[in-house]
């Protein structure tokens, strides 16, 4: 096993995931509330950069009689303003997802 060390060159995309992903960021993101959403800022597992995420809420604030089952989850994507090799053209990001679990009180 390779121990962590400094990125010296860009990182290509590419669209992956990784168990580890989803970990570190529920260790090492912020969490805070932006209106009717919540932003998740941090630093993206794979590439490194600081991103922020937004994470709209809707499904909150919809009557509970008319409410479909919130899953619970949301699926994230990097987003950074970093170059990225081989990326294709209006994306953003490393390619990178992972899914996080929320625990937002409504
Ligand atoms: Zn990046
Ligand atoms: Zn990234």
């Known amino acids: 096993m390779r121990g962590r060390e400094?990125?010296?060159?860009?990182?290509?995309?590419?669209?992956?995931t990784d168990d580890g992903y989803a970990t570190r960021v529920a260790e090492t993101f912020s969490v805070r509330r932006y209106?009717?959403?919540?932003?998740?800022?941090?630093?993206?597992?794979?590439?490194?950069?600081?991103i922020t995420c937004p994470i709209v809420g809707e499904v909150y604030r919809r009557e509970a009689s008319q409410a479909p089952v919130d899953p619970g989850y949301r699926t994230l994507l990097c987003s950074c303003a970093a170059d990225h090799p081989t990326r294709p053209d209006g994306l953003a990001g490393c390619g990178a997802y992972w899914t996080v679990t929320l625990e937002v009180e409504s």
């Not at 990125?7 to 992956?16: F, S, W």
Request: with cysteine; proline share 22%; glycine share 8%.
């Open 35 to 50: 209106g009717p959403a919540v932003l998740l800022s941090g630093d993206c597992p794979r590439c490194q950069h600081p």
């Open 6 to 16: 400094p990125v010296a060159e860009p990182l290509p995309y590419a669209e992956v």
